[in-house]
């Protein structure tokens, strides 16, 4: 049983940085994807950045260069680091895995979910 467990969130202004972190149970390194989700307030979740075995991460082209997606060696915890946070970032981010090898950026394609940590950020 795959268990994932985000924290970090919180209230941040225009400009600053945040680290989430989600300690994933049930897990292994040969899930083809792991990464970090978002859905705000009125709108579809949507992906933010994955890790994907044997292949470069990616990013939503809304947060690359800003963040940085990365996993600890022994792969239990994945972070995300958020610097230079806008308004339009605000959301609840969630961890997500897979085992379905088509992944990526894709909502549909995930089958664990967190419950999500909440970011806020001021303007």
């Known amino acids: 049983q795959v268990q994932l467990v985000e924290s970090g969130g919180g209230s941040v202004q225009s400009g600053g940085s945040l680290r989430l972190s989600c300690v994933a149970s049930g897990y292994t390194s040969t899930y083809p994807c792991i990464g970090w989700f978002r859905q705000a307030q009125g709108k579809e979740r949507e992906g933010v950045a994955v890790?994907?075995?044997?292949?470069?991460?990616i990013y939503a082209d809304s947060v690359n260069g800003r963040f940085t997606i990365s996993q600890d060696n022994a792969k239990t915890i994945l972070y995300l680091q958020m610097n230079d946070l806008r308004p339009e970032d605000a959301a609840m981010y969630f961890c997500?895995?897979?085992?379905?090898?088509?992944?990526?950026?894709?909502?549909?394609?995930?089958?664990?979910w967190g419950q999500g940590t909440q970011v806020t950020v001021n303007s």
């Open positions: 890790i994907r075995r044997g292949r470069p991460a």
């Open positions: 997500a895995t897979t085992r379905n090898f088509f992944c990526g950026l894709v909502v549909d394609l995930y089958n664990y």
